[in-house]
C-alpha cells in the first residue's frame, strides 16, 4: 500500500488550527490520499524542524504565526509575491528543493472579489497594520487596481518601510499608496478596511474612531473565530455595510496551497458551509 503524502501546519500556536480539517476535506473531494498533521515549533527552532520534516519524506508544509519570515529565508526558490511579502506561507520540497509561495493575499482577494462579491477596483482600502499579515496581501490587493491603498500602524515608520515594497508597482499601475498612523485619517473616507492587526486575537479595543466608512463600506477582519472581535464590533458601530471574518480567506489560501502541491482546485464552498455549520 502506498504510504499518502505528508503534510503538515507549523506554528506557535497551533493547537486552534483549522487547516488539518480543511485540507482533509480537499483531499475528500479530490480522491487524493495525504496525511495532515499540526507540527508545533519552538520559536527560534524553525529551521530545525521543518529541515527534519522535509528530510523524514515530508511534501509540503503550511507556515502560520510566527515563522513565515523565516520560512521565506529558509526557501530556495520563491515566488513574485514571496520576494515582495519577504514572508512565505506554504513550502513544498521536491527533488530535495524547497519552493515558497504566499497564498495569503491570492486567499483575501479570493473571498472578497469571488465569494462576497465586492469589486476592489476603484474602492478606497484601509489596511490597519504592517506586519507579516499585511506583507502578504499587500501586491495582491494593488493588483485589483483600488483607487487608493492607506497602509496605518501604530509605529508609523513601520507604514512607510511597507509601502516602499510596492511603489515601483504602484506607479505604474497608477495608484495613490500612502502609509501613516492610526489617527490623520477622513471621515468616510474608505471603501473597504481590512483588519490585518492581531487586535482580534487578543480582543483589545479595535483603536479607530467609528466615522471612517463609506455607505457601502465593507469590514473585513483577517482573523476568524466564533465570536465577535473587536473589530467586528467596531464595523458595527461604524454602521458597515458588511462586516465578515477571515474564514473565507482561510479556505480559499488552502485551496491554493492545496493546488501548489496536488494540481486539484477543490470545491471551497463546501467546505466554508461545513466550518460555518460548525
Known amino acids: 500500500m502506498v504510504k499518502p ?18 485540507h482533509s476535506l480537499f483531499a475528500q473531494q479530490t480522491g487524493i490520499s495525504i496525511e495532515y498533521k499540526k507540527l508545533l515549533c519552538p520559536v527560534g527552532d524553525f529551521s530545525k524542524v521543518v529541515s527534519e520534516f522535509f528530510a523524514s519524506g515530508g511534501r509540503g508544509a503550511n507556515v502560520t504565526v510566527p515563522f513565515k519570515l523565516e520560512a521565506y529565508e529558509f526557501s530556495t526558490l520563491r515566488s513574485t509575491r514571496v520576494e515582495h511579502a519577504k514572508a512565505a506561507n506554504t513550502l513544498l520540497c521536491k527533488n530535495g528543493v524547497i519552493s515558497a509561495e504566499n497564498t495569503d493575499g491570492i486567499g483575501l482577494v479570493r473571498d472578497i472579489v469571488d465569494n462576497l462579491e465586492f469589486s476592489i477596483a476603484g474602492k478606497s482600502v484601509l489596511i490597519v ?22 497602509v496605518i500602524n501604530r509605529t ?10 510596492i511603489e515601483v508597482e504602484a506607479r505604474g499601475l497608477a495608484v495613490d499608496v500612502v502609509a501613516g498612523g492610526l489617527h490623520d485619517l477622513h471621515d468616510g473616507e474608505f471603501d473597504l478596511v481590512v483588519n490585518a492587526t492581531s487586535s482580534s486575537l487578543s480582543n483589545d479595543l479595535f483603536p479607530l474612531r467609528t466615522n471612517l466608512l463609506g455607505s457601502k463600506a465593507l469590514a473585513y477582519d483577517m482573523m476568524y473565530g466564533k465570536h465577535e472581535t473587536s473589530f467586528t464590533k467596531w ?28 494540481d486539484k482546485r477543490p470545491d471551497t464552498q463546501t467546505v466554508m458551509k461545513i466550518l460555518r455549520s460548525e
Request: proline fraction near 6%; hydrophobic fraction near 40%.
Open 5 to 22: 503524502e505528508q503534510y503538515v501546519v507549523i506554528g506557535n500556536p497551533i493547537e486552534h488550527s483549522k487547516s488539518p480539517q480543511i
Open 129 to 150: 497594520g504592517s506586519g507579516g499579515a499585511t506583507r502578504g496581501v499587500l501586491l495582491p490587493i494593488l493588483e485589483e487596481l483600488p483607487k487608493s491603498i492607506r
Open 156 to 165: 508609523p515608520e513601520k507604514a512607510h518601510q511597507l509601502i516602499k515594497t
Open 235 to 262: 464595523a458595527q458601530k461604524s454602521k458597515a455595510h458588511r462586516a465578515v471574518d477571515g474564514l473565507g480567506m482561510l479556505v480559499e489560501q488552502a485551496a491554493e496551497s492545496f493546488f501548489l502541491w496536488c
